[in-house]
């Protein structure tokens, strides 16, 4: 039976050390935004990133302040630019550890197994404590 419902996008989970240091979460959001920046491009895997998320890895344990530049545009010159700044968290490293980078995969002509093998490619695996790709460990074919 055929219907004209859009199928839904597939969520994906990727979770940080929780012994990351810094430098560890640094690299864990540049290698993210790296990835992203590839698979949100024409013909690539990745509907969204949550950028913001992304931002705040880029910046280490100090999740008190960032400034947010938008990693892909269509043009070489567009950018959005933002400053936020929140309370002082009590412990900013525990707060840093505890973020979850949220992304979706297009739901139509969606294959695990591709999106599996691009998270691999793109995402150091002693950086995570766990990809969820549609609720389950990519560890988990």
Do not use: Q
Request: hydrophobic residues 45%; proline residues 5%; contains cysteine.
């Amino acid at each position: 039976m055929e219907t004209d419902a859009p199928t839904p996008d597939v969520l994906c989970e990727i979770v940080p050390r929780r012994d990351a240091t810094s430098d560890g979460l640094k690299l864990l959001g540049l290698a993210l935004a790296h990835w992203s920046e590839a698979e949100l491009r024409a013909g690539g895997l990745l509907h969204s990133i949550d950028n913001i998320v992304l931002a705040e890895l880029l910046g280490g344990d100090n999740v008190v302040e960032f400034v947010f530049a938008v990693v892909y545009a269509e043009a070489d010159d567009d950018c959005l630019t933002i400053v936020r700044r929140d309370w002082a968290h009590a412990d900013p490293a525990e707060a840093a550890r505890r973020l979850i980078v949220a992304c979706t995969f297009h739901g139509p002509g969606y294959s695990r197994r591709s999106a599996l093998a691009s998270l691999r490619d793109g995402v150091p695996a002693n950086l995570v404590e766990d990809v969820l790709l549609d609720g389950r460990t990519w560890d988990t074919p």
